[in-house]
């Protein structure tokens, strides 16, 4: 630990703390660096920090993973998608694919990516195929597929879009009146391309204080200093701890492409629901792009469809209601060489960071410091 | 996906930049930069091949070391029970 990641954590060990303040972050990439740091060890007992919302991969519909799957067994599409999304599974009868990755085992051409650049350099490769992009993502990929399509895409590139904003389920979560948290600690680039502003609605509706922060433990710990400051002295405001990279109105550029782009949508969170104004659709006149309107998906009767799989509580851990390790699949049945839920698959999700960080004891009851 | 890595810009041709970060290079979009000036040795940080906001040498580096300390943490395959 740094010098200066050591000088907050003295600050943070001086103050008078309440008995228990529970500080929610909505970003894998946050959840990561706390995690390998062992903030949550360093940190008083005091102080809990909840792994929230902060997974594209594992909110995505799973409605949007089974199309996908669909797309590339049925239609002869080249499909395309983050390498994320290829293990992250459906709830289908036994003995059928059960993810991309098993989709291509069957024969799908189905191919990981790392970039929207790839997409259109493999559609441009392959005139003769129709490709498509299951891309999802937050605002910070959101963006990039935005400017992909602004910039011009082959007219055999398609997108299966599951976009997704990551303000409008904190906020489902503060007005529900079950928010299990008493602060927020906002994702750092997703503030960078959208602003900071975003994230008033926390301090401005709800009187929680809230700090943005980078991905190093000295801007974790100096947002985490920060929100406790706020909630002692009872005068929450919204503090920018990653002044770095994040501005004032964000990057002009991309949420203008967002704009023009994509329209705001009310979209389903897997395992959660519909939330208000928090997915992105393609605008109207970008229908042409439009994988779902190109390939009509037939009605199908699923069991299960939506859900997340059997036994899992992937929607407790990304609602922040449950530690990875207190739902009854984690390194039991659910470990990242067999995972079960998409929490366990994704480089974001909470499971899939805790077990890498070592953390292999399922249910312990006292999690928090085991992290 | 969603990890940002800080690059910098060695050779600009329109909206596109050739980067290179710990000796890797890769193609970046600077489309999402359009309002800003862009040059070589500039530092950037590149989400899912795009470049979203510029950024300082100190900055870069230090999120470099981070990664550093990250990769040495993780095990870059799936490991089992």
Same mark, same amino acid.
């Given at each position: 630990m740094t010098v200066s990641a050591r000088s907050w954590l003295e600050r943070i060990r001086?103050?008078?703390?309440?008995?228990?303040?529970?500080?929610?972050?909505?970003?894998g990439g946050h959840e990561r660096a706390i995690t390998q740091a062992g903030l949550r060890t360093a940190l008083p007992n005091q102080v809990e920090l909840i792994p929230g919302p902060g997974c594209p991969v594992c909110v995505c519909p799973e409605e949007d993973v089974y199309e996908a799957m669909r797309l590339a067994l049925d239609e002869d599409v080249l499909l395309v998608a983050f390498g994320d999304m290829l293990r992250v599974p459906v709830n289908v009868a036994k003995g059928e694919p059960r993810c991309l990755e098993q989709a291509r085992a069957a024969g799908g051409d189905i191919r990981p990516i790392a970039s929207p650049l790839e997409a259109v350099a493999i559609a441009q490769r392959h005139p003769r195929r129709q490709v498509v992009f299951f891309a999802a993502g937050f605002e910070t990929t959101s963006a990039p597929v935005a400017a992909m399509m602004a910039a011009g895409v =082959?007219? @055999?590139?398609?997108?299966?879009?599951?976009?997704?904003?990551?303000?409008? &389920? *904190?906020?489902?979560l503060l007005d529900s009146g079950e928010a299990r948290f008493d602060a927020l600690i906002a994702p750092g680039h997703v503030a960078t391309v959208m602003g900071p502003e975003e994230w008033s609605f926390v301090v401005d509706r709800h009187a929680m204080p809230a700090?943005?922060?980078?991905? @190093? =433990?000295?801007?974790?710990? &100096?947002?985490?200093?920060?929100?406790?400051?706020?909630?002692?002295? !009872? #005068?929450?405001?919204?503090? @920018?701890?990653?002044?770095?990279? *994040?501005?004032? !109105? !964000? @990057?002009?550029?991309?949420? #203008?492409?967002?704009?023009? *782009?994509?329209r705001v949508i009310d979209a389903n969170w897997r395992g959660i629901g519909e939330i208000t104004a928090s997915g992105y659709g393609l605008s109207p006149d970008r229908a042409a792009s439009d994988a779902r309107l190109r390939f009509p998906a037939p009605p199908v009767s699923r069991r299960r469809a939506g859900e997340m799989p059997p036994g899992c509580d992937c929607a407790g851990v990304v609602l922040g209601r449950i530690y990875p390790n207190e739902c009854a699949l984690y390194g039991r049945a659910c470990t990242p060489r067999k995972p079960i839920g998409p929490c366990m698959v994704s480089d974001e999700g909470a499971c899939r960071i805790w077990w890498a960080a070592g953390l292999r004891e399922p249910h312990e009851h006292c999690a928090r410091k085991q992290a | 996906m969603c990890l940002g890595i800080p690059m910098q810009v060695r050779e600009v041709d329109g909206f596109m930049a050739r980067c290179e970060a710990k000796g890797v290079e890769r193609q970046v979009s600077l489309f999402l930069l359009q309002e800003e000036t862009v040059l070589p040795d500039d530092y950037v940080m590149v989400h899912v091949g795009y470049a979203i906001q510029k950024m300082t040498e100190t900055d870069a580096r230090s999120a470099w070391e981070l990664y550093d300390q990250m990769l040495a943490a993780s095990p870059p395959e799936p490991e089992g029970a």
């Open positions: 001086a103050l008078n703390l309440p008995e228990r303040i529970r500080i929610l972050n909505v970003c =082959p007219g @055999n590139l398609s997108i299966l879009l599951s976009g997704r904003r990551t303000w409008p &389920a *904190v906020a489902m700090a943005i922060a980078g991905f @190093n =433990p000295e801007s974790l710990l &100096a947002a985490t200093y920060s929100v406790l400051r706020q909630s002692m002295e !009872g #005068r929450p405001f919204l503090d @920018n701890c990653y002044p770095e990279l *994040v501005r004032p !109105g !964000g @990057n002009p550029t991309a949420r #203008r492409q967002l704009d023009r *782009v994509f | -």
